[in-house]
DNA sequence: TCCATCAGTAAGTACTTACTTACGACGGTA
DNA sequence: TACCGTCGTAAGTAAGTACTTACTGATGGA
């Protein structure tokens, strides 16, 4: 079966872009690690040129993946900030899911407009659209929910790419759950005063 | 005199750097940027390496720059928001500024201990503190200060960064006039209600 | 059994990489 | 005039780059 082998230069090359950057991973590598004889160039029997594979490793990533805020209604009456902890903390969880998606969005993508437009439909505004329904939901109408949505992404964001990049300590050092609490916090505080 | 060669070696090598990556830059671009045949090895009359360029060119820029705070208390008669704003617009426009190092940060440190702790403590932790001290002395003894500038600091540095990626307009597509406006709203909440 | 297709390899393409060596032009000092 | 260290260049090194070409063995359908 050739599609094993296919999956697999998939796999490992999203791997090595993700830990190496995409300019730093040769084809020789992506090749060794999926079983492939390195420098052979056994890998353009299934892809036609690096370019190429990076953007399918991309598009099959994001498109594989199921929504972020499945149905978040039922729970709607528990308390606010309960709700925004969990939804923050799946947050993180699907930032460190696709580890390798995320860093490679922010080192390699600058120059690759409709990989970054796709990622920015089918994800980015995609969950960003989600929180909005979410907290239009849980505030009031005076709320400027799509702000205080966009708000909430960065600064989980922020916080999960500072990590990754310092090696596993943000470098301010600030505990996660104090962290998630106070932005909590200053969301409810927020969303109860436009009640 | 040579030192007019060897900085502009440096100016050019960060801008590249920023614009290509670290790997994406070769030492025939950098020779050529600056003024040197490319090819020739000129640029290694003044730096042993590629890696030691990087480094002198991180830690002289992070060296050579001023407080972003440098005195912020005397308009500390200002209303907590206008003085909240006005220090978010002034850490959008250092992340500006020095655009070319926030972008090797993110893109190219990862596996360089030394330049990440020296950036942390020179220059992550600096501009925290000095938050941290602004917030205590605005909000009450209950804030918890050092949670809240993180935030802060992530928040407005991911609004920064995602402008970048993606050409020049965040992906949410919020403007930074609502963005900041409700940033600083959601802050000032938070330290009114722990006056 | 024949035969076409597929998946992988060996070897090579032309080119780029970081870095080195030998050398000449230059300015200052003796 | 003789000498010295500095700065840049020409020309190279060995290794690595993405990608190609020609081929081999296995597979599966007619």
């Known amino acids: 079966m050739s599609s094993g082998t296919r999956d697999r230069i998939v796999t490992e090359a999203m ?3 993700g830990e190496n950057g995409f300019a730093g991973t040769s084809i020789a590598q992506i090749e060794a690690a999926a079983g492939l004889t390195p420098g052979s160039g056994g890998l353009y029997r299934h892809f036609p040129s690096k370019e190429a594979l990076l953007s399918t490793g991309i598009r099959e990533r994001i498109e594989s993946r199921n929504e972020l805020l499945p149905s978040m209604s039922p729970s709607s009456d ?3 900030e309960a709700v925004l ?3 923050a903390q799946l947050g993180l969880q ?3 899911d696709e580890r390798d998606v995320n860093r490679i969005l922010v080192r390699d993508l600058a120059s690759a407009p409709e990989l970054l437009g796709f990622i920015r439909d089918a994800e980015i505004r995609t969950n960003h659209q989600a929180l909005v329904t979410l907290l239009r939901a849980l505030g009031g ?3 400027d929910a799509e702000a205080l949505a966009a ?4 600064a989980i964001s922020h916080y999960w790419l500072l990590r990754d990049v310092f090696g596993g ?7 996660q759950q104090r962290y998630l609490t106070t932005l909590v916090d200053m969301a409810a505080h927020l969303m109860g005063d436009k009640q």
Chains 1, 2 share one sequence.
């Open 15 to 17: 791997r090595l872009f």
């Open 78 to 80: 528990a308390p606010t």
């Open 85 to 87: 902890l969990k939804v």
């Open 94 to 96: 699907r930032l460190d």
């Open 141 to 143: 109408p005076q709320l």
């Open 151 to 154: 708000i909430l992404i960065d």
């Open 169 to 175: 300590e943000h470098p301010l050092a600030v505990p």
